[in-house]
């Protein structure tokens, strides 16, 4: 047997012959490595051996290209494990923060620093590739990206979730911080309306620029765009698409769902003939809503306002989690509803 964390047992001899080896082996120095780290957390820190072998691997340079890529577990109830804020203060480390909204976003920023890394000759020609990754950093990190000669390792935060935490002061954005409305086109005529608030951005024009829609929104509209940002937004206002969220936040300080002012917006643009929701949790949430749902259908397609009708349509939601529907189906769909005429 060996030590406890919560209903699991850690053996630790067994941890130790298996994981430690695969952090600490050296292959063809001409070949890049990415050593993978998931995570530095309470069952692995059991072995003493562990947090030893995770500084080493982040101090070993010269021999090899190598990147660290891991995870680091995010703090519940306050409560801080110090080898874990010891990793996190590194000045070669980068911490980035993924949230439920900006993981598709990251995955690609990510993916994309790492390609260029591996493309890239020499040892230490990474840090002209991280700038992408400025959106997604945690508190505090800013700062790696402009000091540090040499590439620090990204290292991610788990998602939150799992039991009910305290509420952190960060929990609440206020209307200030969030995104609005983003209206490309002079008369919008179609509504894309995603579940959960966007934080706004340090950088004006990157509005929602951490979304996973962007992926599909792109090429639904120009078969030629690959999704990346810039093309994807521009196509979107060429197209007269407007983009905003049912929620103005998911939780407020007291934990009440706030909603955006969604029935005087489309009584202002009274341009839209359709409102698209990207998944059925967005749609479900703006059905339910009171200042909209004595206006909707019984069966929840149609929004009226006076003589007025408006479309309501669901879209496979853009995530990667979603696995149920392929890219391709998801990009038919989008573009299916987003561009056909009523």
């Known amino acids: 047997m060996g030590p406890s964390v919560g209903n699991y047992v ?53 021999e090899q290209k190598r990147m660290v890529l891991g995870t680091l577990p995010t703090p519940r109830y306050g409560h801080k494990i110090q080898e874990v804020e010891d990793i996190r203060a590194r000045e070669d480390v980068l911490v980035l923060k993924i949230k439920q909204a900006n993981r598709d976003a990251a995955t690609d920023a990510v993916t994309a620093a790492l390609t260029a890394w591996t493309d890239e000759e020499g040892l230490d020609s990474a840090s ?3 700038d992408g990754l400025r959106p997604f950093l945690d508190e505090g990190q800013e700062h790696k990206l402009a000091t540090t000669s040499s590439a620090p390792s990204p290292s991610t935060p788990q998602p939150e979730g799992g039991p009910a935490k305290k509420p952190r002061t960060d929990d609440a954005i206020n209307a200030s911080a969030v995104c609005g409305p983003l209206i490309g086109a002079e008369v919008p005529r179609v509504l894309l309306l995603g579940h ?7 950088i004006p024009g990157t509005e929602y620029a951490e979304r ?6 792109g090429p639904a509209l120009y078969a030629r765009c690959t999704g990346e940002y810039t093309a994807a937004r521009a196509a979107a206002a060429a197209a007269g698409i407007a983009i905003w969220d049912v929620y103005e936040d998911l939780k407020s300080r007291r934990g ?5 002012d969604l029935s005087t917006f489309l009584r202002t643009h009274d341009s839209i003939d359709r409102v698209c929701f990207i998944g059925a949790q967005a ?25 007025r009708t ?10 990667r989690a979603n696995t ?18 009523l």
């Open 10 to 62: 850690v053996h630790v001899a067994d941890f130790e012959e298996t994981a430690l080896p695969a952090v600490t082996r050296c292959d063809d120095a001409n070949t890049p490595v990415v050593v993978v780290i998931d995570e530095v957390g309470k069952m692995e820190l059991k072995s003493e051996k562990f947090i030893a072998t995770v500084h080493a691997a982040l101090d070993r340079k010269g």
């Open 128 to 130: 002209v590739h991280l």
């Open 196 to 202: 959960t608030a966007s934080p706004a951005p340090k």
């Open 212 to 217: 996973s829609m962007w992926s599909v929104l």
């Open 256 to 260: 009440v769902k706030k909603l955006n």
């Open 283 to 307: 749609k479900s949430s703006f059905v339910k809503s009171k200042d909209l749902r004595k206006e909707i259908s019984a069966n929840g397609d149609t929004w009226r306002d006076g003589s």
């Open 310 to 319: 408006v479309r309501l349509i669901t879209l496979p939601s853009s995530s």
């Open 324 to 341: 149920h529907v392929s890219q391709g189906e998801k990009v038919r769909l989008w573009r299916e509803s987003l561009l056909d005429k």
